[in-house]
């Protein structure tokens, strides 16, 4: 039987949980006979203590803060001639609930995400992460130039051969427990990515997973960035619009949108839905500063519509309504052009400016680090029990929410007709108005899904399965008890200690939370209802 986060934690800690000397002997003995793998370093770090690798760990310069008592330890793995990974693992002195966590990085970001890993430990999880082979920022490409092994390190060698011996040398830390229960895998964006590409190829990896916004698609995400920026490139064409005037764009998507999903609080709910007039957007005099020109249409209508070319080719979906262009439309983002100089064709001096359809198609042919994702066929997960949670925000501005959507369609066809129904492994939450991977100025939109402000981890007031994904995936992998819904929170100022100002539903896909009556920001007044 399932218990609760906070018996399972009083469980772990009232027994006597026997694990070896948190030092680096202890881990070099423990590996001797893996010649590629060297221990970088073993620190034992006291309850309420700190630990991260400060700035020099690019992506996440801050520490992990208000830990369990735990080591944190430090391994290089070669994985060829001329590449190696490194990875981090938190595992907790006395509070290990006997189960393991993964978690993954962000854009094309190297590091140990030890703030993630730290978060993760408050429940009791011994945690990994990766730096994939590299350090450098989420939107710094550059290091893949002529850099193939380092590619597929990225892709998903480093994931993997992480996976595999953080297991090893857990079973073997905790020297009288009955090794590791349940393994598990949390992360976003990339991370989404690395954990749905885990699955596809090593089943066996993990029991439960949890993944949002994931950038499945590589060749093609990458691909529609980098044409997004080209739509409003180069200030003297009359179809650029100035980025001054995406608030009002983004104004008005949110005044038609609103209403439309049957109640109007400053969330569009079901933009998918729309029916959006953009020709309201049009000039009617000379004064351009809130309005459009047709040519400017033309590009707006381009960023919020699915990207098809040569053939009634499907390329990727277009940003959903209501969602900001600033991102992808005020310049053209590294995410895309350094994908297709560095990686694609290894020329520093690519012209971007030339890109169409066919950079995208003979991406396609080389696939980058073999880091797509697109195996639709998830029944060897399946049959092994395994459970995928996944989740989008409609607001978007990064990846698009529609990318979620095709990805969940495809394995829908692909695995329908052989008479398995995905709700029995695999439901798909779209949170309304969040952004990627976290945050919304009015939604409730937090399930613990990223950190946050006067947080350890969970949801403060709500620690249950309910509310918390990572409580309701442990739930359903060890119970059997799926979630029919999760309930998003927002906190007031996105600060925990402040207290809540809203929650809602968020319903199983294709489901949609409907507002029946009573105070909207109580999650009793919405019901999930079907859109048809």
């Known amino acids: 039987m399932f218990r609760s986060h906070a018996a399972m934690l009083g469980l772990i800690a009232g027994g006597s949980l026997v694990r070896a000397q948190c030092a680096p002997e202890t881990f070099t003995a423990m590996l001797a006979d893996k010649a590629e793998v060297t221990v970088n370093f073993a620190h034992a770090i006291p309850a309420n203590g700190s630990f991260g690798q400060g700035p020099a760990n690019i992506p996440f310069p801050v520490n992990a803060t208000r830990l369990p008592a735990l080591c944190a330890l430090g391994i290089n793995v070669k994985s060829s001639e001329n590449s190696s990974y490194n990875f981090g693992l938190f595992l907790p002195d006395s509070t290990w609930n006997e189960r393991f966590l993964a978690t993954g990085n962000g854009g094309f970001g190297g590091g140990i995400n030890w703030p993630d890993m730290g978060i993760y430990s408050q429940y009791g999880f011994a945690t990994m992460s990766t730096d994939t082979g590299h350090i450098s920022s989420p939107f710094d490409g550059t290091w893949g130039l002529n850099a193939p092994e380092t590619l597929i390190d990225w892709g998903y060698r480093a994931m993997h051969g992480s996976v595999v011996l953080s297991k090893y040398i857990i079973e073997k830390y905790y020297t009288e427990a009955s090794g590791i229960k349940y393994s598990y895998y949390a992360s976003c964006?990339?991370?989404?990515r690395q954990g749905l590409k885990e699955i596809q190829i090593h089943p066996e990896s993990f029991d439960g997973i949890s993944v949002g916004a994931p950038a499945w698609w590589s060749t093609h995400l990458s691909g529609s960035t980098l044409w997004e920026g080209l739509y409003n490139y180069g200030a003297s064409d009359p179809k650029h619009i100035n980025p001054s005037l995406f608030p009002a764009i983004a104004a008005e998507m949110k005044k038609q949108c609103d209403p439309q999903d049957g109640l109007v609080d400053n969330?569009?709910?079901?933009?998918?839905?729309?029916?959006?007039?953009?020709?309201?957007?049009?000039?009617?005099?000379?004064?351009?500063?809130?309005?459009?020109?047709?040519?400017?249409?033309t590009t707006l209508y381009k960023f919020y519509n699915d990207w098809v070319d040569t053939n009634q080719d499907f390329v990727f979906p277009g940003v959903t309504l209501g969602t900001d262009a600033s991102f992808l439309m005020s310049s053209v983002?590294?995410?895309?052009?350094?994908?297709?100089?560095?990686?694609?064709?290894?020329?520093?001096?690519?012209?971007?400016?030339?890109?169409?359809?066919?950079?995208?198609?003979?991406?396609?042919?080389?696939?980058?680090?073999?880091?797509?994702?697109?195996?639709?066929?998830?029944?060897?997960?399946?049959?092994?029990?395994?459970?995928?949670?996944?989740?989008?925000?409609?607001?978007?501005?990064?990846?698009?929410?529609?990318?979620?959507?095709?990805?969940?369609?495809?394995?829908?066809?692909?695995?329908?007709?052989?008479?398995?129904?995905?709700?029995?492994?695999?439901?798909?939450?779209?949170?309304?108005?969040?952004?990627?991977?976290?945050?919304s100025t009015n939604g409730p939109w937090y399930i613990a899904n990223s950190a946050l402000s006067g947080a350890t981890h969970s949801v403060p007031g709500f620690e249950n399965a309910e509310h918390d994904i990572?409580?309701?995936m442990m739930k359903w992998v060890e119970a059997g008890e799926a979630p029919e819904k999760l309930v998003a929170t927002k906190f007031v100022n996105d600060t925990a200690t402040l207290g809540v100002r809203s929650q809602r539903p968020l319903c199983v896909y294709p489901k949609q939370a409907k507002y029946i009556?009573?105070?909207?920001?109580?999650?009793?007044?919405?019901?999930?209802?079907?859109?048809?």
Not at 189 to 192: H, Q
Not at 269 to 279: G, L
Not at 369 to 384: H, I, V
Request: charge should be negative.
């Open 189 to 192: 964006s990339t991370g989404g």
């Open 267 to 297: 969330i569009v709910s079901d933009p998918f839905s729309c029916e959006f007039d953009f020709e309201a957007l049009l000039c009617t005099g000379t004064n351009s500063s809130t309005c459009l020109t047709a040519a400017q249409l």
């Open 333 to 439: 983002a590294t995410l895309g052009s350094d994908f297709y100089r560095n990686w694609v064709y290894n020329d520093s001096t690519w012209d971007y400016t030339k890109f169409t359809y066919k950079d995208v198609q003979f991406a396609d042919t080389i696939n980058p680090g073999q880091a797509r994702a697109d195996n639709f066929d998830l029944s060897p997960f399946l049959d092994r029990g395994g459970k995928i949670l996944k989740y989008h925000g409609t607001a978007d501005s990064l990846i698009p929410t529609g990318s979620s959507v095709y990805f969940y369609k495809k394995v829908l066809q692909t695995l329908r007709p052989k008479g398995i129904n995905l709700d029995d492994f695999y439901r798909f939450f779209l949170i309304p108005d969040m952004g990627h991977c976290s945050g």
């Open 470 to 472: 990572i409580l309701a």
């Open 517 to 532: 009556s009573g105070d909207p920001n109580l999650p009793g007044s919405w019901e999930c209802k079907s859109r048809y």
